[in-house]
């Protein structure tokens, strides 16, 4: 049985992603489109995996509503989970946000190498698309990495020096906070339907994608892929 | 493990509703409540449960929402089925609908008493409430309930006869069933979450709700309780 | 300015849906896809109509929500109006059950030509399509169409007689109009966005679908067309 | 008529929040509820005021989804925009994102005097609350507010800098911004239920929420209240 993928990780964004949990299968869309007949089948066959393509080719969705997922997202960058929050619709989250997280990091020194774990810090600087405003250059890198990477570390760092002087000072957290760099870590529970985890996928693996986001469709198609692999493949093909 | 309550079913409407899949428990909700702090329990404590009780009184609602179940309705009425067309949001369904189901009825004879899987029969005639006009009253019958039966049984067997002479004369389906009586059986796969699946319990476990109804919102409420008892208690005082 | 659209109808099904209310224009559409912008422009260009079919050809559906239409339908039979229960995610609806309707039938009279306000009475009858078990046969009608209205009316008048039985006998409406005819009719409120809306109208507006619905789903992008035609066209092509 | 309320404007968090368009009015909520006694009121008397907290105290929510409102948001942190994410279900935004945003930021000079139209400053510095780690002392500011001024001052400004410094080394947009201060100021666009605006109200206009998210509930409050008093009133009377 498939039960035992869960608990399965991917690294993805210098963070991972994890199934935490998960329902159904390829036979509970089977099942559910044949609810009126009064059998559950407990094995797929060749008639299975046609009414599968025929469901996703005439967008019939609600069967693809019932195999549900559950990810953790841990050491990801704030950038990233809010693309998970605007695929709600079908889809319920829960966010360990800055706030709470702040708790946390009384135990982390001042010094950058420290940081690593609470901040995205890029390995590798990719250079800015020459027509898409909003895009990078697939595969280009800066000429200079070491000296973007010094700039960034050190930006990070004043910024969460300043964060530690305001608390000193007894600023409230949740004002001291707002000159926090974007690129601090979260972790994310997300739960989704197959149908919503689809869709996400189809819009966020693809060239106008920011990068590190279409890492993180990848590995999510790539940690469902066992579990409903006829589904994903007849949903990803439907809207083409 | 609890997942062994799968293929549960209880008996409404003279019909059943199973629970056909699930994933999570108490401890999920706990788990994305505290996912910021990076550790997954696996058992509960009191402090957990403290936990649940804060989450359902602050309406921190979305923890509630990584518990999902899925429960197959068998020869329950069109009339509960719409029920749970009304509680879509963060839920899913797959509807057998009067169409395909009509077509396994060639082999149901004229005889009402073969009908008796494909109708709701009632067993006994409750009376109207005095005050309340979309109620029945509690607890109390019609004196003629054989006349009521005959009555009943008698505009059931007219109208599927009708239907079928339709079928005769080579009208279509869709306009054949349009005189059908509105309590022919559906079968339906309704996947919710947790939080959904306790909004229906509280707004259909209650003296102005149909009979019928009430019974499935029990049904439901029993067949999840051992899968999170805490949050159910949690979520349905929390709104008193 | 197009608010004179509010009040407008169209007759469907026998019954009327009508356009009761709505917000926005297709340049809702665009100055929510330029918030960022700061500007909101009051006049539709070139370049705005470009930006449309851009956002419907890459899924960017956020900025379509932003237009929102109520529909009041009236006098239409119950299997239309479950279609719409169906589109329910970015929707609305209120409903006026067949429970509260039924206190105003005590004013219609035993003979079935006063039905026709109140229940859906074809003016022709269409045959079973031939190989597509859930559609008629576009254009063909039954040769006996006097017979068919006659088994019809004959079958709605039974059922609504008995209906009134049972409830002379003091049996609960909740039980006796279970015997009703499906074909009985309702009134819905419906909210919708624009892009549930011509969601809606791709699924419905096909040859698969009931003509009735089919019939509904034209008429409901007859009465917002004139209030953003550039969104409507865009969308509609976007998933061909 | 009340249409002449669209444009209104409260400014939050020194920036602004704008009701750009709405539909709808008490009228609606007690029209669609009696969608089914076929008659549409014009005006408002004592039994509508009833049917409405009637309404309300039942959860009968679906009437008061057919009143809607678009807000427009602009010069608000990103922190305030996050939570009109999470009350996304009924409701649909576009949001200028921060991407977007940086192209118009050419024109802006290092000196922070210029940032003050694109980053949130606090004109006060609140203490932190001594028992709850999420929130503020009501009422009382650090003892030192102009040297906490100068910290986030010169963090902000750093911040900025070290992004223009990385896009000159031709670093893409998308990792540039990770380092820009959570503090910039975003542009929004949220189209909202009655329902689902009230829930919101509801969940953020109390002790526990920030203060800047707090002063957007109480803001949008303000802008709705002359278009649906009774519904509001009794939506927030329900949950108490």
């Known amino acids: 049985m498939t039960k035992e993928l869960i608990g399965t ?35 797929m066959d060749e008639k299975d995996v046609k009414l599968i393509k025929y469901l996703a080719a005439h967008k019939h969705m609600s069967p693809f509503r019932h195999v549900v997922f559950t990810f953790t997202l841990e050491g990801v960058s704030e950038v990233v989970c809010r693309q998970l929050y605007k695929h709600q ?17 009384n135990e982390v020194s001042g010094r950058y190498v420290e940081f690593d ?43 969460f020096s300043s964060y530690k002087k305001l608390l ?12 926090m760099p974007i690129s601090f870590k979260n972790a994310l529970v997300w739960t989704a339907s197959l149908e919503a985890t689809v869709h996400f996928i189809k819009l966020r693996d693809h060239e106008g994608a920011q990068l590190e986001i ?25 809207e083409k």
Chains 1, 2, 3, 4 share one sequence.
């Not at 469902?224 to 692999?229: E, S």
């Open 89 to 105: 619709v079908g889809c319920a989250y829960t966010s360990g946000e800055f706030k709470e997280a702040a708790t946390t990091w």
């Open 214 to 238: 279409r890492n993180l469709a990848r590995a999510i198609k790539k940690l469902i892929d066992p579990i409903c692999p006829h589904s994903i493949e007849a949903l990803l093909n439907s």
């Open 9 to 43: 990780a991917i690294e993805v964004d210098d963070g991972k992603v994890t199934l935490s949990d998960f329902m159904g299968s390829d036979l509970s869309v089977v099942n559910a489109a044949r609810v009126s007949f009064g059998k559950r089948k407990t094995e």
């Open 117 to 159: 774990p609470e901040f995205h810090i890029p390995s590798e600087f990719r250079k800015q698309h020459k027509s898409n405003k909003q895009a990078s250059q697939e595969g280009e890198l800066v000429e200079s990495n070491d000296e973007a990477r010094a700039i960034y570390m050190n930006a990070i760092e004043h910024g």
């Open 168 to 179: 000193e000072l007894g600023v409230c957290k949740e004002q001291a906070r707002m000159i």
